[in-house]
């Protein structure tokens, strides 16, 4: 459901697509029937070990805390990286949900991702 943090595998990528195990969360939105297999997503990155909190994000970046949406570590929504997923083959489980406020924040990274917004 929209909202939802995930683990994704994402397997294979060429050149700089997002690869591997890793967390995201769902776009797409809810009122689409019928209920899809497959759906929109935004992967994350956590920079593991690295200290965040001077990191200036990128239009198209969302910075989460540790807990947000039951992350383990603060991560990185990167909106820049948008793909549609099969959720049968790519969810390796479901995490928690991200609240209206960050969603409200990935909305408009998002849409400045995808060129529908001129300011963040």
């Keep these: 459901m929209r909202g939802d943090v995930i683990i ?3 397997g294979d990528s060429a050149g700089s697509e997002k690869r591997g ?3 995201a969360v769902i776009l797409q939105s809810d009122d689409i029937e019928p209920r899809p297999s497959h759906s929109t997503i935004a ?8 200290d965040l909190s001077g990191y200036e994000p990128r239009s198209t970046e969302v910075v989460l805390p540790a807990g947000a949406g039951e992350l383990r570590e603060t991560s990185i929504v990167e909106c820049q990286h948008i793909r549609e997923i099969s959720l ?3 969810v390796v489980k479901p995490l928690g949900w991200l609240d ?3 969603m409200a924040d ?3 990274a998002a849409m400045c991702s995808l060129g529908l917004s001129h300011q963040r």
């Design 106 to 108: 990935i909305d408009a």
């Design 8 to 10: 994704v595998d994402l």
């Design 88 to 90: 049968e083959h790519r």
């Design 43 to 50: 992967p994350m990155t956590t920079k593991s070990g690295a």
């Design 100 to 102: 209206n406020g960050y």
């Design 21 to 23: 195990r890793r967390p």
